[in-house]
């Protein structure tokens, strides 16, 4: 589904990414981890071109990108993000946050965008909140709308950067249980996350990523259980 | 004390026909000042965030050189210079070089709003496959907007008092009233704070509008 290769990325002369290879089998659930600073956030926003690639090539459902001559906007909508602090349009109901790309960008009719957005926030438990604004949420809330909003283009593969770093501790779980369940529908999901029990549970892969590469990937019972690389077991233990 | 009080009244008396009228001059020369002032405003910013080389240093000559000169100066040369091309009335002259001053200064505002939206808001709309032009529309400055009310309303306030120094081109609002009757009557302490006290009711007012305008703007949408 995605295909990463040789992903190269600096920012002026630190280099986060040093030839970093990843390839997403469609419906997978990769889960990847790392000490802050290792790289992993960009990669993830790489694949989204959100972060332009100085060297290497993404591959995006057999689709080779070329961000000069292709139309980015187009393959981001195909490639569904969801943030870390949440970014949803403060001036926008909950349900117009999710209708909103629908409408603009597919020319979806309001009714039957409607329809699908309240579907949508129906799907992650929150239908009764449709007509209030983000600001009235709390920070899981808000995280189950961005879910919903990115769902709402139909995309063929999810992003998740640290999707429940901002959340109080009580309110993380809703949002996995919401992204556990997306797993289990078979969605392609690449997860930036800290919360080790969610890739035990959910991930197919766990991957490790220090210093701009990646130095570890394994099932998460391999991952877990027998760690091949010296920087994978001190992570472990730092995090368990 | 209370003898200048009942001259301050005996003034205001006298002249409150006077005054009523100057001060209809004077809040035309606000709007226009306001109005003009927005969409010129407007123009820069978006100028100044096009990423174009060219309009980017259109828009930096025109706002160093109107906040590098005074107001007052830009009216007479507008005044002068203009009325040599194009026969223009003086309230015109000076309701423009309110606009053209205001301009720059708005265009700032809006840049600063527009550049103040949180970069997330960008993303997430990036993200969802808006492009460039449709993340503008109908994310970044409706956002961008309401952020640029306090300080509009601010510079809304000064446009209003500014438009005193238009007296000096014979603009009939309501300091060039109050300049007349100080000389005529003999009277100019009671004269200037009689029209001190109106432009202060003025601006009691404006801030007012503007502060029940801004909540209703941020009833659950902050």
């Known amino acids: 589904m995605i295909i990463g290769e040789n992903i190269h990325k600096s920012f002026g002369d630190l280099?986060?990414?040093?030839?970093?290879?990843?390839?997403v089998q469609p419906q997978e659930v990769v889960v990847l981890v790392g000490v802050s600073g290792s790289g992993?956030?960009?990669?993830?926003?790489?694949?989204?071109?959100?972060?332009?690639?100085?060297?290497?090539?993404?591959?995006?459902?057999?689709?080779?990108?070329?961000?000069k001559k292709d139309n980015l906007t187009k393959i981001r909508a195909e490639v569904g993000m969801v943030f870390q602090h949440f970014n949803l349009f403060p001036h926008k109901t909950v349900l117009e946050n999710v209708?909103?790309?629908?409408?603009?960008?597919?020319?979806?009719?309001?009714?039957?965008?409607?329809?699908?957005?309240?579907?949508?926030?129906?799907?992650?438990?929150?239908?009764?909140k449709a007509d209030v604004y983000p600001s009235k949420l709390s920070g899981g809330q808000k995280q189950r709308v961005a879910i919903a909003r990115s769902l709402a283009m139909e995309p063929k593969v999810m992003l998740f950067d640290e999707p429940t770093s901002a959340l109080d501790p009580e309110l993380v779980g809703e949002v996995l249980q919401v992204m556990k369940q997306l797993a289990e529908e078979g969605m392609?999901?690449?997860?930036?996350?800290?919360?080790?029990?969610?890739?035990?549970?959910?991930?197919?892969?766990?991957?490790?990523?220090?210093?701009?590469?990646?130095?570890?990937?394994?099932?998460?019972?391999?991952?877990?259980g027998n760690p091949q690389h010296e920087r994978t077991r001190q992570f472990i233990q730092l995090v368990e | 004390m209370f003898e200048l009080f009942g001259t301050v009244f005996e003034v205001f008396m006298r002249t409150y026909p006077g005054f009523l009228e100057a001060t209809v001059v004077t809040l035309q020369l606000t709007a226009v000042g306001v109005i003009l002032g927005t969409l010129i405003g407007l123009v820069f910013a978006l100028m100044?965030?096009?990423?174009?080389?060219?309009?980017?240093?259109?828009?930096?000559?025109?706002?160093?050189?109107?906040?590098?000169?005074?107001?007052?100066?830009?009216?007479?040369f507008l005044y002068f210079g203009i009325v040599e091309i194009y026969t223009m009335s003086n309230f015109w002259a000076g309701a423009?070089?309110?606009?053209?001053?205001?301009?720059?200064?708005?265009?700032?505002?809006?840049?600063?709003a527009i550049q103040g939206v949180d970069p997330g808001q960008r993303e997430a709309s990036m993200s969802l496959g808006m492009n460039r032009k449709q993340t503008m529309q109908r994310i970044v400055f409706p956002q961008a907007l309401r952020r640029s009310i306090p300080p509009l309303g601010n510079q809304f306030i000064i446009t209003l008092k500014d438009s005193s120094l238009v007296y000096i081109?014979?603009?009939?609002?309501?300091?060039?009233?109050?300049?007349?009757?100080?000389?005529?009557?003999?009277?100019?302490?009671e004269s200037f704070i009689v029209v001190a006290l109106y432009y202060l009711v003025l601006v009691m007012i404006f801030t007012y509008l503007l502060r029940w305008y801004e909540n209703r703007l941020d009833v659950d949408k902050t």
Do not use: W
């Open chain 1, 15 to 23: 280099e986060v990414l040093k030839g970093v290879d990843l390839h």
């Open chain 1, 40 to 67: 992993k956030s960009t990669l993830l926003r790489c694949f989204n071109f959100l972060e332009m690639i100085n060297e290497g090539s993404i591959t995006i459902d057999g689709k080779k990108v070329d961000p």
């Open chain 1, 99 to 128: 209708i909103e790309a629908p409408i603009t960008v597919k020319k979806m009719n309001k009714e039957k965008a409607k329809k699908l957005g309240l579907e949508l926030l129906e799907k992650v438990g929150l239908s009764d």
């Open chain 1, 188 to 224: 392609t999901m690449v997860v930036v996350t800290h919360e080790m029990k969610f890739a035990k549970e959910v991930a197919d892969r766990i991957i490790m990523i220090d210093q701009g590469t990646i130095i570890e990937s394994a099932d998460p019972k391999t991952f877990f």
């Open chain 2, 48 to 76: 100044k965030i096009s990423g174009s080389k060219i309009l980017q240093g259109i828009a930096n000559v025109y706002i160093t050189i109107i906040r590098g000169t005074p107001l007052i100066v830009q009216i007479m």
């Open chain 2, 96 to 112: 423009i070089a309110l606009g053209v001053h205001n301009g720059a200064y708005i265009a700032e505002i809006f840049r600063g």
């Open chain 2, 169 to 189: 081109i014979g603009v009939a609002e309501i300091f060039s009233l109050a300049n007349r009757e100080a000389a005529q009557s003999f009277q100019p302490f």
